[in-house]
């Protein structure tokens, strides 16, 4: 990109499709990335912020004029255009909403006002909408003075008078359906609608549960505001199943793998800074045992192997229940039954690897008296695991804290503190 | 489920649809969930299998019969059918491929035969063709004669006469049309197609990029061979995502959370016994300052802290990386920028941390020598994290191993080995 090739460059991206130029804004460091964005035409820009992640899409706007971001937003979909807005500093989306002309203003107002993860957050006004009375043929001869069909179209929706839901007819018995047929005798009365306020992980559910490619979004009187297409969903299952991962690792999910080194800094300080106030913790613990510890250097230097194994078999327990909770197949009901099936788990797990680390312990250091306060540590640690693993999540959850937010750093100070209490707390009774 | 309603149970679950059948029994316990199959009709056998996660799928046919299973899969489509029998142990399924007739038993071997995770294996075999020189009218009156389109059909394929795909129709380009065009005067001929032996996550990847809701598949002499659809996409890009999560736990993606005692304590102890491996690792580096450590038990206590944020530190990075990998943002191209973006982290992570840390010791133990020591220590570790989370997986794509899988235990010996020889070390020079 340094040499001279810049007018090369410029015409390959510009062949390019939208989503493919935003894969190469996100594959690229800070600097190139603000030097191909200025390579752009401006008329790419509206498809191509679409495209890209919020991260790296609010930090290319927030170096734009205000108009230059609305003449870009100006031919977004509806949703995607407050997805943008929403995610914007307020003082930038303020202006930006500004320098809008009266009637976008209010569309995107309108839209932000459902609140951000909203089904009306998410959805398109676009749905072609027909009435029952009317015949097939009408209907095609409509259509075909109409031209175009909104993208992502497998569904018309069929209102009454007042904008009320009354049925759906998929594209395709359009197709099939004889043309003196009326709407009525091939609409689908008990189609279900997506409330406007519903959650918009929960519409991802029922899009993967049924299978669906687009829904009708209604407000409490069942009138119909709009439709969510399935393009949108695999966006939101892809985030949220992504969430859990970055979140276990105290990361955002949205955090740009390209960012500016001293921005990424900041960001992962305070994940850091959790985990040396639990290692500080663990400390501690240690340090209440200093007189045994200072006795026999052996136990320092098997210190940390109770407390590890604990911290796998939790965190083992722990994404399995997370995981589970997000598939929906962990609720009050069964709850009981896991823990006590983890309890069990933690159980046997400790049993063999307390034989296992036993045995180790008597071989290499020749005393198979340590072995059996090492086995002992590792009965209880694991068994603390398998509890902590599960009860963690599910009390996280009635609390309303994100478990996979902070279960993971939670259950490794449990494991290590319990795990430390009973190898050095057994030691100093039993050994000194 | 214990007591006399038996009854009612039996008929509130023949009211559900299969996927809300299936989720009841992902959500019991073993014993229950036998208990609930035992009660299903036959007839449903066949729509719940093919919503169940693999691990409880196979549960519960390898307790069927062959005669019976071959009845409850005869109706799924060939894309279920093929998982299906891929996942079952091989002397089921060939039980189970022998009790089918010769026709479902050709299709199924097909099927199996492109092997599993490429197009050709989700693939189905119902996608509708048309020929390019007929015009709207005839289609239309073929397609009402024919009464039913295959579910999720959003575009028709036109084919030669000798079967390869020249181009695609959208469904909503037919209700436009004017009735006395042609085919080839709407169709589409750029229309990308798949190929039969793609991998599927390069599928899944194709879709979400291009919001397809389905698309062509076709051999290497773009013969059409069948279609994919985006419902069966939506499920591979949660599982690629969950892969993720579940392997840097140890965990196989498809385990069920509510699987008995013993193969759960099976299935995790692999994890373990790896952790154990790393642990004891750990544990035998310390063991080489065995005289350090008599000397001085505070070291000892402390000597968690510089592995701890190591572990974490180095973590987050690989998370970040192995999530840019997934995503396709991480290159050969710019791998070099990223190490060194990450190592800038580790250098800038380690300079706060270091006096952080530094001045808790000194106060808390008034000891600045000490507080050197370990900042020292914690420098040199944050580095080697940031260095080895960025470098691992990368090495690791060479030479095709999973990160996710091995990653994280590989990381985590790394900051162990080099936080306790980097604290230990310094200190057995300086301090004893």
Same mark, same amino acid.
């Given at each position: 990109l340094d040499s001279g090739r810049f007018m090369h460059v410029r015409k390959t991206i510009h062949d390019m499709p939208a989503c493919d130029i935003a894969l190469l804004l996100e594959s690229s460091p800070s600097k190139s990335r603000t030097e191909l964005w200025d390579m /752009?035409?401006?008329?790419f820009y509206g498809d191509v912020l679409e495209e890209l992640s919020e991260d790296v899409r609010n930090g290319i706007i927030t170096q734009m004029m205000p108009e230059k971001v609305v003449d870009a937003l100006e031919d977004m979909e509806i949703d995607d255009l407050a997805e943008t807005l929403s995610s914007l500093p307020q003082s930038v989306s303020k202006d930006v909403l500004k320098s809008m002309d009266e009637q976008d203003r209010q569309r995107a107002e309108k839209a932000l006002s459902y609140g951000e993860d909203t089904a009306g957050f998410i959805m398109n006004t676009d749905a072609i909408t027909l009435r029952s009375d009317v015949t097939i043929e009408v209907i095609l001869r409509y259509l075909r003075l109409k031209g175009e069909i909104p993208e992502s179209t497998d569904t018309f929706y069929v209102v009454s008078?007042?904008?009320? /839901?009354?049925g759906t007819v998929p594209v395709t018995k359009l197709l099939t359906?004889?043309?003196?047929?009326?709407i009525e005798d091939i609409m689908d009365e008990d189609a279900e609608a997506i409330p406007v306020n519903m959650p918009e992980t929960d519409v991802a559910k029922l899009f993967a549960r049924y299978d669906w490619l687009s829904a009708p979004v209604v407000d409490s009187n069942r009138q119909l505001l709009g439709r969510i297409t399935i393009d949108d969903v695999v966006d939101i299952i892809r985030e949220d199943a992504e969430h859990s991962m970055m979140s276990m690792a105290g990361l955002d999910d949205e955090e740009d793998t390209f960012a500016p080194v001293l921005q990424s800094t900041q960001r992962r300080s305070v994940w850091l800074a959790v985990n040396l106030v639990t290692a500080l913790l663990a400390a501690a613990v240690s340090d209440l045992f200093e007189a045994t510890l200072s006795q026999m250097a052996v136990l320092a230097i098997l210190n940390t192997i109770v407390p590890s194994m604990g911290g796998v078999a939790g965190n083992q327990t722990l994404t399995l229940v997370i995981r589970g909770m997000a598939l929906g197949h962990v609720s009050a009901g069964n709850s009981k039954w896991l823990i006590s099936k983890e309890l069990a788990i933690g159980f046997f797990n400790g049993a063999i690897w307390a034989v296992l680390i036993a045995s180790v312990i008597a071989i290499w250091k020749q005393d198979w008296m340590l072995g059996g306060v090492i086995a002992f540590a590792m009965m209880i640690n694991m068994i603390a695991a398998g509890l902590a693993g599960a009860t963690l999540p599910l009390v996280m959850k009635k609390l309303k804290i994100d478990p996979a937010l902070a279960g993971s750093v939670i259950l490794t100070t449990i494991t290590d503190v319990v795990g430390i209490f009973a190898f050095l707390g057994t030691a100093t009774l039993l050994l000194v």
């Open positions: /752009l035409d401006a008329d008078r007042n904008d009320t /839901l009354i359906a004889m043309p003196d047929s009326s």
